[in-house]
């Protein structure tokens, strides 16, 4: 069941809109001002935010903002009716849509629905990438571009490059890289990673003028 984190002051038509998105089968909890709002913005997990703009306690466009520093919940803010200024406020501070009050309740639920499509298609794209400088690793599709261009790597060489990818600017010692990418158990010598580093070097092109690799004498490597 969606929860829906609603809120706005106007009692009246808190309750009617919690009527009518708990008759969709949302799940809606109402707030009545921007402080309590921003709270339990922050507090839980939430499909969708209605955030009104004029509130008591703090204006929605801060309680927007706020927000959006600190998480990616949608957000449909409640505008005046025909408010230009409201209505680019309110998308400049982050919101993903609005809706002029007053407005029938079909149009309201329709932009819901419309923003819950956007985040599930969004949700379908749940690859985990990681992006330093040029470089961008899809680690789960496990393929590594390098401006745009997939650079083909082995399993050791693509493990070992996730690790400078996400510990860059931290020194990596070789025993570290070993126990990361070859494992514990591991039987092969702390030289191998010299020899892989510099395959990945080699692949990725860095092979003298702008290295992304450095080697730390006696100590291991940074990717910076
Ligand atoms: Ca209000």
Redo the contacts with the bound molecule.
């Keep these: 069941m969606k929860r829906i984190l609603l809120i706005?002051?106007?009692k009246n038509l808190v309750r009617f809109i919690q009527l009518e998105l708990e008759h969709e089968l949302f799940e809606v909890q109402a707030a009545y001002d921007g402080k309590t709002g921003l709270e339990l913005a922050l507090q839980e997990e939430w499909d969708l935010i209605l955030l009104?703009?004029?509130?008591p306690g703090l204006h929605g466009i801060e309680v927007c903002r706020r927000i959006r520093a600190a998480k990616k919940t949608p957000i449909l803010m409640?505008t005046a009716r025909d408010s230009v200024v409201d209505r680019v406020s309110g998308l400049d501070s982050g919101a993903d849509d609005y809706m002029p009050k007053p407005f029938a309740i079909e149009e309201l639920l329709a932009r819901i629905r419309a923003i819950f499509r956007r985040t599930e298609l969004e949700r379908n794209d749940t690859h985990e990438k990681l992006s330093f400088q040029n470089i961008t690793v899809d680690v789960d599709a496990r393929i590594v571009y390098k401006d745009q261009q997939i650079v083909p790597l082995t399993k050791r060489e693509f493990d070992l490059l996730v690790m400078f990818m996400k510990n860059h600017n931290l020194v990596l010692t070789r025993d570290m890289l070993l126990d990361q990418v070859w494992g514990y158990d591991s039987l092969v010598e702390t030289n191998v990673v010299d020899v892989y580093v510099r395959y990945l070097r080699n692949k990725l092109g860095y092979n003298g003028e702008t290295n992304l690799i450095h080697t730390i004498r006696g100590i291991g490597y940074v990717m910076r």
Aim: no cysteine.
């Design positions: 706005e002051d106007e009104d703009l004029m509130l409640l």
